[in-house]
């Protein structure tokens, strides 16, 4: 009977956890949704922001730069084609880290995507980042790609484990570099939509700034 009473306490904590990081994701799922939204309001020129929940975004025929990110950068993936235009960006609303691996595995069977030899991540926003996954995605980017790393400035339990994985990723490899937005942009709450995520048009330059100064670094 205690073991019955244990198993089922233990159900229910695990459920509750579970429900509460459902929740979560959908908040932020429609908070990116209502964001990209005010992106669009405050664009100060046409196409600099986008209202869908996925782009695949590019200009040229031959890119020279590959931008996987989430939400963040879905909705202002026009103005980073207009600060980097010889750029393919693929974002998307909720995309986890675990996602993105499977999604780049994906974009290198297209012969301009497996060219590219310099990688945007824009991930672990949405959720944690294990080393396991880490590597999976440096196996495929392999030592000649160079890969920047954009460290997420957000306000959820899951931040610290991803600041840890992404510090460690870049002491393992010389290859990756790290975007340090979580500090860069930590005390500017004025560059944020309410949500403390999402960055509003002051904040996307920012951090675009920033990402353009780390790669000429």
Known sequence: MIKMIR????????AFFCCSSALADRYLDRAAMLDMKQDISVAPATGYAWGQ??????RVSQPNVLILGDSIFDGWSGYLLHVFPKAVVDARVG??????????RNLLHYQGISRINTIVLE???NGTVTKSQVQRMMRMAGNHRMVYW??????????AEVLRTAHWAAA???????????????????????D?????????QHLVGLLKFSMKK
């Open 150 to 159: 954009i460290t997420p400035l957000v306000p959820r339990p899951w931040q």
């Open 53 to 58: 929940s996925h782009c695949l975004r590019y």
């Open 123 to 125: 991930l672990g926003t």
């Open 172 to 194: 393992h490899y010389k290859n990756i570099r790290l975007v340090r937005w979580h500090s860069f942009a930590n005390g500017h709450p004025n560059w944020f939509w309410s």
């Open 196 to 204: 403390g995520v999402h960055p509003n048009w002051d904040g996307i």
């Open 7 to 14: 198993l089922t306490v233990v159900f229910f904590v695990t």
């Open 95 to 104: 995309r986890q880290f675990s996602t993105g691996v499977t999604d780049y």
